[in-house]
């Protein structure tokens, strides 16, 4: 298919380069892999002509700027990642969007940034990895606490989307993943820690605040479509703590949407369009992680769905949702 968007694409900047060089495979793989995440000009831009996608919004890689413990230095390479995507945006404003990293130790150095992002930069919203570090290395603060009601409250007057990447649990936290490092990244606890986190947000009582909020979630949803229906199910026994007016499952999906980044398997795809329905669903790759080729070559033979809602999927939710200038 011709014209694809995708969301889920990142970039390195100098700064989180090393951060991605567990992720990049064999050692052989570094130096390619390096050059792969770091240009935004003619490598990727073939990579997108050759498998049909026309335009995708960039975001910094993961964990980024939520593993910098210094709030000071967490700012300044928010700043310039942005100012480093802004200027790939600004040479092919056709063919890149960007997210904006954030922040996110200080609520209102994010909220500020993002506002910079959205009004100075033109920015479709943010992109944030999971939990942040701040301070000391086992520290987590999640988005749901009532210190970030103020950040929640920038983003929807912003009316943007928020995307919730993952990224991996930090080593003093993960002793149930002792002994297995592999579990702990894109195979298993990349969901784990982003569908806890995006299920605290559901949890919180943040959609009652906020009921416009848009978040996005990778990974055909992180394994939440399947558990779905389980979660309220159980939940009718076992509320303790929740603190929302409404059934999970609702607030799952108003306010969530979820992309095929990384995961081009047609039953799980199946599932989630079950669940979710084909207005909540968005194509993305999760380039260079994954290939841009796999990726096409899966969505646009899958024969899971319409030749109607392959448009919708791969091209018009996210015209809609980013109100993007594209025919
Ligand atoms: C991702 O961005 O989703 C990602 C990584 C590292 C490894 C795999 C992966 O950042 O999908
Ligand atoms: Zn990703």
């Excluded at 990447?165 to 990244?185: D, K």
Aim: contains cysteine.
């Amino acid at each position: 298919m011709k014209g694809k968007i995708a969301l889920e694409e990142h970039a390195a900047i100098k700064e989180t380069l090393e951060q991605t060089r567990s992720f990049a495979g064999d050692s052989g793989r570094w130096d390619d892999h390096a050059e792969q995440i770091l240009d935004l000009g003619n490598r990727r831009l073939e990579n997108m002509d050759a498998t049909g996608i026309e335009f995708a919004i960039q975001s910094l890689n993961a964990p980024g700027i939520q593993a910098i413990l210094d709030e000071k230095e967490a700012i300044r390479v928010a700043k310039k990642g942005n100012d480093t995507l802004a200027e790939a945006v600004a040479r092919h404003p056709k063919r890149y969007g960007a997210f904006a990293a954030l922040p996110m130790q200080s609520p209102d150095a994010a909220s500020l940034e993002l506002t910079r992002c959205v009004k100075e930069l033109g920015f479709k919203g943010a992109m944030v990895n999971g939990f942040t570090q701040k301070d000391t290395d086992d520290s987590a603060i999640y988005y749901d606490i009532p210190e970030y009601r103020s950040f929640w409250a920038t983003v929807a007057e912003l009316d943007v989307p928020f995307y919730l990447h993952p990224r991996m649990q930090i080593p003093s936290r993960a002793q149930n993943y002792e002994g297995h490092p592999w579990l702990m990244s894109a195979p298993w606890g990349f969901a784990v820690e982003t569908s806890i986190h995006a299920l605290r947000l559901c949890g919180s009582g943040l959609f009652e605040d906020y009921p416009g909020l848009k978040v996005i979630i990778g990974h055909l949803g992180e394994f939440i479509p399947h558990a779905l229906w389980r979660i309220d199910a159980r939940m009718a026994y076992s509320p303790r703590g929740y603190r929302g007016d409404r059934p999970l499952g609702e607030y799952f999906l108003n306010n969530f949407v979820v992309t095929t980044s990384g995961f081009f398997n047609d039953p799980a795809f199946k599932n989630t369009l079950e669940v979710l329905g084909e207005d909540r669903v968005f194509f993305s790759a999760d380039y260079p992680f994954e290939s841009m080729q796999d990726a096409a070559d899966w969505y646009d033979k899958t024969s899971v769905i319409s030749e109607e809602a392959r448009l919708k999927i791969g091209r018009t939710n996210a015209i809609k949702l980013f109100n993007l200038d594209l025919d």
